[in-house]
């Protein structure tokens, strides 16, 4: 009958308090959380059996990925779901990944209503509009409501909307001078587009940039 693996290590990791690293039959095996440790009697010496050995897999699987969320952290903020499909791309098991997102969440590393109100906010100075981020921020998994609060918050109802369009339409129009006033609106609105601005309102603000351009650019 063959033997059983083996600890024949527990050491604390220096790279992140609160983790020990495992290793089984003198392999380095990985590394989970002291409180994994405690639950599962973890000792130097022991046996471990295929439910033990499979409990461990996971564990340490979660904690890799962990460490993965907070590196990617470190760099810059992120969406749950986007940075959830970012880890399965990085080899991460799928259930590895949701425990660690959770375990991030838990401790208010992640948190997409604040995600989504910064990212709204810098791309807004940027000049995107309300249609354009929320595409964006659709496309990285953040729910609509989420993202219509974002919204909300950076343009209350009753503020000035018309001014960014207003600007980006003005100097957009310079460029296109020389054009025929049709091809000129046409440009401009679907420039507006690209950026996010669209409705009745946008294809008005065309209109006037274009009616306010000299007539000899409007042949």
Same mark, same amino acid.
């Given at each position: 009958m063959n033997a059983l693996p083996r600890i024949t290590?527990?050491? !604390?990791?220096? /790279?992140?308090?609160g983790?020990? %690293?495992?290793?089984?039959? @003198?392999?380095?095996?990985? =590394? $989970?959380?002291?409180?994994?440790?405690a639950r599962e009697g973890l000792t130097v010496g022991r046996e471990l059996d295929l439910p033990l050995h499979e409990r461990l897999g996971a564990a340490a699987d979660i904690e890799a990925a962990f460490r993965t969320v907070l590196?990617?952290?470190?760099?810059? !903020?992120?969406? /749950?779901?986007?940075?959830?499909? %970012?880890?399965?791309?990085? @080899?991460?098991?799928?259930? =590895? $990944?949701?425990?660690a997102l959770e375990r991030a969440a838990e401790l208010g590393l992640l948190d997409d209503a604040a995600f989504a109100e910064?990212?709204?906010?810098?791309r807004a100075a940027r000049g995107r509009?309300?249609?354009?981020?929320?595409?964006?921020?659709?496309?990285?998994?953040?729910?609509?409501g989420v993202i219509d609060r974002a919204l909300a918050a950076q343009w209350p109802e009753g503020s000035d909307r018309t001014a960014v369009p207003l600007a980006l339409a003005q100097k957009r129009a310079a460029?296109?001078?020389?054009?025929?006033?049709?091809?000129?609106?046409?440009?401009?609105?679907?420039?507006l587009a690209r950026r996010g601005f669209?409705?009745?309102?946008?294809?008005?603000?065309?209109?006037?940039?274009?009616?306010?351009?000299?007539?000899?650019?409007?042949?």
């Amino acid at each position: 009958m063959n033997a059983l693996p083996r600890i024949t290590a527990l050491e !604390s990791d220096p /790279r992140r308090p609160g983790a020990v %690293r495992i290793e089984i039959d @003198g392999l380095r095996f990985g =590394a $989970v959380t002291r409180e994994v440790v405690a639950r599962e009697g973890l000792t130097v010496g022991r046996e471990l059996d295929l439910p033990l050995h499979e409990r461990l897999g996971a564990a340490a699987d979660i904690e890799a990925a962990f460490r993965t969320v907070l590196r990617s952290l470190e760099v810059r !903020s992120y969406a /749950r779901g986007d940075l959830g499909r %970012r880890l399965q791309r990085k @080899g991460h098991p799928r259930s =590895a $990944v949701e425990a660690a997102l959770e375990r991030a969440a838990e401790l208010g590393l992640l948190d997409d209503a604040a995600f989504a109100e910064g990212y709204v906010q810098t791309r807004a100075a940027r000049g995107r509009g309300p249609a354009r981020l929320t595409r964006d921020l659709l496309s990285m998994g953040v729910e609509r409501g989420v993202i219509d609060r974002a919204l909300a918050a950076q343009w209350p109802e009753g503020s000035d909307r018309t001014a960014v369009p207003l600007a980006l339409a003005q100097k957009r129009a310079a460029q296109l001078v020389a054009l025929p006033r049709q091809t000129r609106r046409r440009r401009l609105v679907a420039y507006l587009a690209r950026r996010g601005f669209t409705g009745r309102e946008v294809t008005e603000i065309v209109d006037r940039v274009v009616s306010s351009q000299s007539p000899v650019a409007s042949r």
